[in-house]
């Protein structure tokens, strides 16, 4: 080890917030450990309730509205479309609604929980555009951020609980769709610096990008995924254009918020609001009546990748169809969004377990057929265990990122880049255009 290399592990300074964290890491795995070999446990298909998952959904529902707040000085700078704490609650009620939906086997909703994990990627799509096009950072340092930020927890998890990475496959799909998103607006950066202008240049980056996606897997290429996994495989092909639709989407950004302006900023238009209300409602019922109401899955997937943005921009359209609503949020649904990777690696270990293929019991007797307040009792345990758990996860993943970064920025002659936004799985955290493409994840044959 050169001195040069000791001066600068001196210069560190969040070196001893790097090494304790590391503990508690060692700490958060051996209770995940323990979660998955719980002792006693019965199979998760005999906890099959849809009546239960609509049960919970509504008490999330309540606790949503509870919880509402508004904050007026959102609009200081503008109608905000899409803020960061709207789009944490968006990430929040979707989680939830796939945890209950993996716990409770509600079959029926399938398509709906696949909707979701399209609507995550879509974030990465989304929010790394908005980043990249304001701060131009596609340093080594940013790559190495948000590959940590996405993959270190779930790389130790996958690997001191025995299971394959592909149980958490979400966390691929948004590795993939970072690197994806990095490299267009890269390519669009190229062609900026040779002159041509914000449309031309990102309208010609985004269509090479959809050259590439469609000479991959419109083509006998994608079987390439087969040589990791069918699961991959499936799990790519779901979800092949949902990232490159968050990248259009943020090229057309800019003229969205212009239109909240002038619908929203000094005067209501109402009859804007409704136009949009009503383009939105009619977005999700073509969607629903048309496929999603499709009870056969298989026939369903093939066209998923093609149309799940109907009702993603039909809900966008309705949850920011006035000021007020843009002002608006939930506290606990944000709450719930802001930790969406690590409940969603966690679920199958802690709320779950034996690789999500079992339901623990806590409390002795709330076993498959026991009454239903005293399984309720059980879930409701493991849920004040699961919960804290993952913001713990969360933390401590957070303080590794950064504090990593740091380090390669001093050994890189930078001055370390601790400041950097953390990022959700993720889902990318972008605050340089007050949107948060943290995005979380999830699994197990949705």
């Not at 990095?182 to 269509?207: D, H, L, P």
Request: proline share 4%; net charge positive; aromatic share 18%.
């Amino acid at each position: 080890v050169s001195i040069s290399s000791i001066i600068m592990l001196d210069n560190w300074k969040g070196r001893n917030e790097f090494i304790l964290a590391q503990f508690q890491v060692v700490v958060i795995l051996a209770i995940a450990y323990i979660g998955d070999r719980w002792p006693t446990s019965y199979p998760r298909n005999d906890n099959h309730d849809p009546r239960m998952f609509w049960v919970m959904n509504i008490s999330l529902l309540v606790a949503a509205l509870i919880t509402l707040k508004r904050d007026p000085n959102a609009s200081s700078r503008g109608v905000q479309l899409l803020s960061r704490p709207q789009t944490e609650e968006w990430k929040g009620w979707m989680q939830w609604a796939f945890i209950m939906y993996h716990y409770y086997r509600a079959y029926s909703v399938y398509n709906e929980i696949r909707l979701f994990v399209s609507a995550y990627v879509w974030m990465t799509g989304f929010g790394n555009f908005l980043y990249f096009e304001k701060k131009q950072d596609f340093s080594m340092d940013r790559a190495i951020s948000m590959w940590i930020r996405i993959n270190y927890f779930p790389i130790l998890l996958s690997f001191c609980l025995g299971v394959k990475l592909e149980l958490y496959y979400v966390v691929p799909l948004h590795t993939t769709g970072f690197f994806i998103t990095m490299a267009t607006c890269y390519v669009a950066t190229f062609f900026k610096k040779r002159g041509m202008e914000y449309w031309s240049a990102n309208s010609a980056a985004i269509f090479v990008c959809l050259v590439v996606h469609v000479l991959f897997y419109e083509t006998p290429a994608v079987n390439f995924l087969q040589l990791f996994s069918k699961e991959y495989l499936f799990r790519f092909q779901a979800d092949k254009y949902s990232a490159w639709a968050g990248i259009l989407s943020a090229m057309f950004w800019k003229k969205f918020k212009d239109y909240m302006q002038w619908a929203y900023a000094s005067e209501e238009r109402t009859g804007a609001a409704w136009l949009q209300r009503f383009a939105g409602v009619s977005l999700i019922v073509i969607w629903y009546f048309f496929f999603g109401s499709e009870p056969d899955k298989h026939k369903y997937n093939p066209v998923h990748p093609y149309i799940f943005w109907l009702p993603v921009a039909g809900w966008l359209m309705v949850r920011n169809s006035s000021k007020y609503l843009c002002e608006l949020h939930s506290l606990a649904l944000e709450f719930f969004g802001r930790i969406t990777l690590e409940t969603y690696v966690l679920q199958f270990h802690v709320f779950m377990c034996d690789k999500v293929q079992h339901i623990p019991v806590l409390i002795p007797g709330a076993v498959a057929g026991a009454p239903l307040w005293l399984k309720t009792a059980n879930m409701l345990l493991c849920g004040l265990i699961f919960v804290p758990l993952a913001l713990w996860a969360r933390k401590v993943t957070v303080t590794t990122q950064t504090t990593i970064t740091e380090l390669i920025g001093i050994f890189r002659g930078g001055a370390g880049t601790k400041s950097l936004p953390p990022v959700e799985a993720q889902p990318l955290a972008t605050k340089g255009s007050d949107v948060n493409a943290e995005v979380s994840t999830k699994s197990d044959n949705v």
